[in-house]
């Protein structure tokens, strides 16, 4: 068909057609035909602008909601990032604690030591607690080991069960003091060492074991617990390790001013992170539905965004889904939400205003 049989047919375009054509102009980034513009019927002139003041509205008003929320959704995935970082960070540092916490001894002096058994002597204690600390250290441990050098569980429940009914049999008899009856049976510790013959089982406020050294090396001893306190207080004060997935109801009730704030960092993350990716992607799937609706109403299913406004909104999506994917191992229950009917009323009141 030649240009001017093409020429002839303009005048005959409806409004529609003429968006259509200026519409699919745009996306390939070229000018409108002239003839598309100027052979427009005064009967359609006003529908015409109306369908071009949508396509403007969808391509530069909502196109900068698009980058703005883009930028925000990236700002959202740093964040995301962040949470990442600490969850690593934390595991780290559990691993570092329990490192320090059971393959180290903590220092002392033989002076140290006897003033804390001393002390210990004269406390009471259910008798559970005393049979754990006698059978972690001490004669009573049980000597059949697994390939750790760890009691095995079967070693560790009968020898259990052996000194518990020794130790019930010498309260019965009188032999070993009890301060209480039945369930809640308390004894002094040092009436355990006097009956047992053993002595109390000391373990270090963070450790397993004491590293003793004669009272000569106390300005020694001394250096080495500070250092000891100082990694023990870093250690404490650093984000903690969460059990994942957390239930939205404990996200819902968590209170943001507890301290320490670096300590709940990763929790308080959580909670922002959810919160910008759920807007995030109420807002996106608004604004997918208004375009959507603008298509199928306006265009007869021609999509109204050009390229680089579908690639913008791709890249927003993109984020939104990923920062989605990674918080779902920190979230339970947690979904990419569909289009809520005030959002999308809000969307389209933008695009109305924008096309007047």
């Known amino acids: 068909m030649t240009d001017k049989r093409l020429d002839r047919l303009m005048p005959g375009l409806t409004a ?96 140290r030591l006897q003033a804390r058994r001393s002390e210990l002597a004269g406390e009471i204690d259910d008798l559970d607690t005393v049979i754990e600390h006698y059978l972690l250290a001490g004669p009573w441990a049980p000597d059949d080991l697994d390939e750790d050098g760890d009691p095995t569980s079967e070693a560790w429940d009968n020898r259990w069960d052996e000194i518990e009914a020794v130790m019930e049999e010498a309260i019965a008899s009188g032999a070993l003091p009890c301060k209480r009856r039945g369930k809640r049976r308390k004894v002094t510790w040092g009436d355990v060492a006097a009956w047992s013959g053993a002595d109390v089982p000391l373990f270090p406020d963070w450790g397993m074991a004491y590293d003793v050294h004669p009272d000569s090396d106390e300005d020694d001893v001394a250096r080495r617990l500070r250092w000891r306190e100082h990694a023990e207080r870093a250690l404490s004060d650093t984000p ?27 929790t308080m993350l959580v909670i922002a992170v959810r919160q910008e990716v759920l807007a995030r992607a109420s807002e996106l799937a608004a604004i997918e539905e208004v375009i959507k609706q603008i298509a199928d109403v306006e265009f007869d299913g021609h999509d109204p965004l050009d390229d680089s406004g579908r690639f913008i909104l791709a890249e927003a999506r993109e984020m939104i889904e990923g920062v989605m994917r990674e918080l779902g191992e920190y979230v339970a229950d947690l979904a990419m939400p569909e289009a809520a009917p005030p959002d999308v009323e809000l969307i389209w009141a933008m695009v109305r205003k924008a096309a007047a």
């Open 240 to 266: 903690a390790r969460q059990t994942l997935p957390i239930p939205a109801k404990e996200l819902d009730i968590f209170d943001l001013t507890q301290e320490p704030a670096l300590k709940n960092l990763p």
């Open 16 to 111: 529609k057609e003429r968006a259509i054509l200026v519409m699919e102009s745009m996306r390939i980034g070229e000018k409108p035909d002239p003839l598309v513009l100027h052979t427009t019927p005064s009967h359609d002139a006003k529908e015409f602008s109306r369908l071009l003041g949508l396509i403007n509205a969808v391509n530069v008003e909502l196109a900068v909601t698009l980058v703005i929320m883009r930028e925000q959704a990236r700002q959202t995935s740093i964040k995301m990032g962040w949470l990442q970082s600490l969850r690593i960070c934390a595991l780290d540092f559990t691993l570092l604690g329990a490192y320090i916490g059971l393959d180290t001894k903590e220092p002392t002096t033989e002076s």
